[in-house]
């Protein structure tokens, strides 16, 4: 019983981590920009420093950049 619930939390931390890099390639190419304008002038360096933040919060990034692509922040 316990060996199954490892593995389903074990799955469904990759999974989450999976669906957060899926969001982040678009997010590190349009919509860094899109938050923040100075974000449209990032380096490389810069948007490698976002990329754990990104990915872990990806729920959040969708949301909030769903909001500034609509005009409300």
């Given at each position: 019983?316990?060996e199954t619930i490892s593995t389903?939390?074990?799955?469904?931390?990759?999974?989450?981590?999976?669906?957060?890099?899926?969001?982040?390639?678009?997010?590190?190419?349009?919509?860094?920009?899109?938050?923040?304008?100075a974000a449209r002038r990032g380096?490389?360096?810069?948007?490698?420093?976002i990329v754990p933040g990104a990915?872990?919060?990806?729920?959040?990034?969708?949301?909030?950049?769903?909001?500034?692509?609509?005009?409300?922040?």
């Amino acid at each position: 019983m316990l060996e199954t619930i490892s593995t389903l939390l074990v799955t469904l931390g990759g999974v989450y981590a999976l669906v957060g890099v899926l969001v982040l390639l678009p997010f590190l190419l349009r919509g860094a920009g899109t938050l923040d304008p100075a974000a449209r002038r990032g380096t490389l360096g810069f948007r490698a420093l976002i990329v754990p933040g990104a990915v872990a919060l990806w729920p959040l990034v969708l949301v909030r950049w769903r909001q500034a692509s609509r005009g409300r922040r």
